[in-house]
């Protein structure tokens, strides 16, 4: 299977590549890469997932959103890392569990738009589940 770099996945996918370098960094975890040392090249089926990231901004969806188990830290600190901030919890659901709601912008500067509830903030509870 041949690999392509960055480069070649930006010309693949028609797209510049700090474009395809930024969706790289946000959505790492499902663009298809293999890592052999200190190189990463990227299958044929990487120009889908790129073209799929870029028509999904173009088309003005603004967030992304992932639910993760609270006790999964891992998973938790990644998502930290590459932007995502906890929106919600959700607790025991399932019985004995707790989730989190991340959310990362998908702006040019990972901005997402802010969304004010009646009272005028971000702020909502009922049982079980806090924003």
Do not use: C
Not at 2 to 30: E, G, H, K, S
Not at 83 to 100: Q, S
Request: a negative charge; zero cysteines; hydrophobic letters at 35%.
């Amino acid at each position: 299977m041949d690999m392509m770099t960055i480069t070649q996945l930006a010309q693949q996918t028609d797209l510049a590549p700090p474009t395809v370098r930024r969706y790289l960094d946000d959505f790492i975890l499902y663009v298809p890469s293999v890592r052999v040392d200190n190189t990463i090249g990227f299958p044929p089926e990487a120009v889908t997932v790129i073209q799929t990231i870029h028509s999904l901004t173009e088309r003005g969806h603004s967030q992304a959103t992932v639910w993760s188990f609270a006790d999964n830290e891992r998973a938790n600190a990644f998502y930290e890392r590459h932007g995502f901030e906890v929106v919600a919890t959700i607790d025991d659901h399932p019985r004995g569990y707790r989730n989190l709601l991340m959310r990362k912008g998908l702006g040019p500067n990972d901005e997402m738009p802010q969304r004010a509830t009646a009272a005028g903030n971000r702020q909502a509870s009922s049982p079980g589940f806090t924003i």
